[in-house]
């Protein structure tokens, strides 16, 4: 496991993490791990991700595994020198209280979809299983101190 970044924010500003998740993808990573307790954050991330690049109707998928939300075909600019372009899909994954053993052979054929995938309840585990069936990913590990969110990012990488 590598450190790669950690940002500290006031409760609810997040531009800086969506921003550093946009910069991730144009290095070609397209899978992120949300991990950290109930309530911290982790829809609140994937909301506000899917109005920056214009996707609509994001909610938590608590009930369903997953949701794919569609996205305007587009190019999205980071900044003057990089973008991304025609991301297809976001989907949404919740493993709160889901048996993984059940669903990790879904969870892995899903994320073979091009688009980009978040991962609600993702852990070190789960990051190194998909590392290791190739896909490169980031674990976001969000935490708590006073009225300041902690956010820090991880590859697992070889």
């Not at 590598?2 to 997040?14: F, G, H, M, P, Y």
């Not at 921003?19 to 909301?47: A, N």
């Not at 608590?62 to 900044?79: A, L, R």
């Amino acid at each position: 496991m590598q450190a790669l970044l950690s940002i500290v924010t006031k409760e609810n500003s997040i531009e800086q993490v969506i921003d550093s998740i946009l910069h991730y993808q144009t290095l070609g990573i397209s899978i992120f791990l949300l991990s950290g307790d109930i309530g911290i954050g982790k829809t609140f991330l994937v909301s506000h991700y899917a109005k920056k690049i214009h996707a609509k109707g994001v909610s938590s998928p608590s009930f369903s595994f997953i949701q794919e939300y569609s996205i305007p075909n587009q190019t999205i600019h980071i900044n003057y020198d990089k973008h991304i372009d025609n991301i297809p899909s976001i989907y949404h994954y919740d493993l709160y209280l889901k048996d993984y053993s059940l669903v990790k052979y879904e969870l892995f054929e899903s994320i073979s979809k091009q688009g980009v995938h978040f991962i609600e309840w993702g852990n070190k585990e789960i990051a190194t299983q998909i590392d290791k069936l190739g896909f490169s990913n980031i674990l976001i590990e969000i935490k708590v101190n006073n009225n300041e969110r902690i956010y820090e990012f991880y590859s697992f990488a070889k």
